[in-house]
């Protein structure tokens, strides 16, 4: 079983709601990261943070706002998103840069 | 970044042994290889991970030539349970994981 959690497992929001996604890992990882996922694509690298700094954002638009209180926590605010946005959100978690990634089991994003 | 080339499907059934190549050309000297299993609705998840020659664990083997250039994923007498994608990553340790097309696998009865 995967050490990475996601809420909420399943999320529908409208595209003038603003709404988080939360994630958790106690691995003492210190590196953690947000992919998207599309149907039948792979998984796409949104942001990676670094001991709690953000370390790379691949210019993902600002309506994605990531957040990380500590070193166990990573959200990601969603607003005024639209309906392309609607896929899997995975967190990820690593010991550090360059280190296997561990992922959660993902949070399904449906925007109406 | 390195990029991998995977075979984009294949088929096979319960109790063969499945080899999964991938090619990654441009492969940097200090760029170790990972393999990932993602199942619909999951997130991925890791199965090995290899620098060079042959590793293997509980669940599958990782072959790797010399040259570094490509890497066989060897699942062992697979099962129903092992239809999924599988994803090749190169340079992990460039610290921009990024996955390619993958391989879904089909296991039939």
């Not at chain 1, 210190?30 to 370390?55: C, D, G, I, T």
Request: hydrophobic content about 30%; proline content about 6%; glycine content about 6%.
């Amino acid at each position: 079983d995967t050490e990475v959690t996601q809420t909420p497992k399943h999320l529908v929001m409208g595209m003038t709601n603003k709404k988080s996604l939360k994630c958790e890992q106690h691995m003492g990882h210190r590196a953690m990261y947000w992919y998207k996922q599309k149907a039948k694509k792979p998984p796409e690298l949104m942001f990676v943070y670094s001991y709690e700094k953000l370390s790379i954002n691949e210019s993902v638009p600002s309506r994605f706002s990531p957040e990380c209180p500590n070193s166990s926590l990573l959200n990601l605010h969603l607003h005024a998103l639209q309906p392309e946005d609607s896929a899997l959100y995975l967190c990820a978690s690593s010991q550090g840069a360059g280190n296997t990634i561990y992922f959660g089991e993902g949070s399904w994003l449906t925007v109406v | 970044l390195a990029k991998t080339t995977q075979p984009i499907s294949m088929d096979s059934y319960e109790g063969q042994e499945v080899n999964i190549t991938c090619s990654h050309n441009n492969i940097a000297t200090n760029d170790y290889i990972t393999w990932y299993q993602q199942f619909p609705s999951q997130g991925p998840r890791f199965i090995i991970q290899g620098y060079k020659t042959k590793v293997t664990n509980e669940v599958a083997s990782l072959f790797i030539p010399a040259d570094r250039k490509s890497s066989t994923l060897s699942l062992p007498r697979v099962s129903l349970s092992d239809t999924a994608v599988y994803y090749c990553l190169v340079g992990v340790r460039s610290y921009i994981p990024t996955f390619g097309r993958g391989t879904s696998l089909i296991v039939h009865p």
